[in-house]
Structure formats: C-alpha cells, structure tokens
C-alpha cells in the first residue's frame, strides 16, 4: 500500500543557490592545499603530501543573502617537473594564486601563472594569498613588491594556513567577487 500526503513541500524561495568552480594555482609547496584543508574542514597538518593532478573539494558559503557552492579545485603546484594542465582551469569561475611569503621565487611564478591563466580562460576575477604569515620574519616577499600588484588593481592577502589567519576571508572575498 502506498501512503501519499497531502502536505506539499515548498521550497524557500528566499534563498537561491549557486555553485561556482574556483582554482588554487602556484608553485610546489606554497600552501594550496593546506589553506582549502583549513577553509573547507578548518585543520592543518605538517605533513606535506603532493596534490598529483587536481583534488575537489566543496564548501558552501552565504554571500548577500545568497547560499554561494564553492567547487575548489586544489591544482597540482606548476614547477619545474609538474606543469598545469590547463584543461583543469575549464568553466573557473575565479581563482586563487598562493604565494609562499618565505620565497620570492614563488611570486614571480605566480605573476606568470596569472598570464597563463587569463590567456586561456580570459579575465576573471581572482586573489593572491601570500601564505605563512606566522613566519613573516623570514618573509622574502617585500612590501614594495605587494604595494607593485595592488597599485595594477590586484587583491593581496595575507594568509597562514597553519594558524587560520585570513584564510575564511581570502576564500569569502573571491565568492564575493563571484555574485
């Protein structure tokens, strides 16, 4: 016997629901996976395991009054024995370039993803996290190199995955750009 109710379900209309893919990108042990593991689960670990290809992760997020799915596609770090496939960078929605404040290095492959990234996907919006503050007096990433991308229209943050600060922002400031 199959019991039917009478009782309709109305969805909520006042929330509306997106989903956007957004990218991490940078170098070889800047942090990528450590900050979506402290975004998406809110935990850091010292063990450094390479992301191989692409790992996709999921967090949802309120954004002006809208539920906003962020798909986070955490992309293996470009170096010298890995390069990014840029078929993972597909219907991105916005992306995050982390840098390691500790090497100057991993900016200026950051500054190159950047035009990899925009000549295959075109313009759209994005951040640059400089991850592990909590080391910043070892930080080789200058002020006056900061103060160079901010005055080109760049969004800077400062991040550390290990500690949690700025990551909930950095990740929250692009959904923002997104809707």
Not at 52 to 77: A, E, F, M
Not at 87 to 103: K, Q, S, W
Not at 130 to 140: A, H, P, R, T, Y
Request: charged share 25%.
């Amino acid at each position: 016997m199959i019991h039917q109710s009478s009782q309709e379900v109305t969805p909520n209309l006042n929330l509306q629901m997106t989903q956007k893919k957004i990218c991490t990108l940078g170098t070889s042990s800047v942090g990528k996976s450590s900050l979506v593991a402290r975004f998406v689960k809110g935990i850091f670990s010292d063990s450094y395991l390479t992301t191989i290809g692409v790992k996709i992760d999921k967090k949802t997020v309120s954004n002006r009054g809208k539920k906003v799915d962020l798909l986070i596609w955490d992309l293996n770090g470009e170096d010298r024995f890995q390069k990014l496939s840029m078929n993972y960078l597909r219907g991105t929605a916005g992306y995050i370039l982390v840098v390691d404040g500790t090497r100057r290095n991993t900016l200026d492959a950051a500054i190159s993803l950047h035009h990899k990234t925009q000549a295959a996907i075109g313009t759209v919006p994005f951040v640059v996290l400089i991850n592990k503050s909590d080391l910043k007096d070892e930080w080789e990433v200058e002020e006056a190199d900061i103060a160079d991308l901010q005055a080109r229209g760049w969004t800077i943050l400062q991040t550390s995955a290990k500690s949690g600060t700025g990551v909930e922002k950095a990740f929250t400031h692009l959904a923002n750009k997104l809707t």
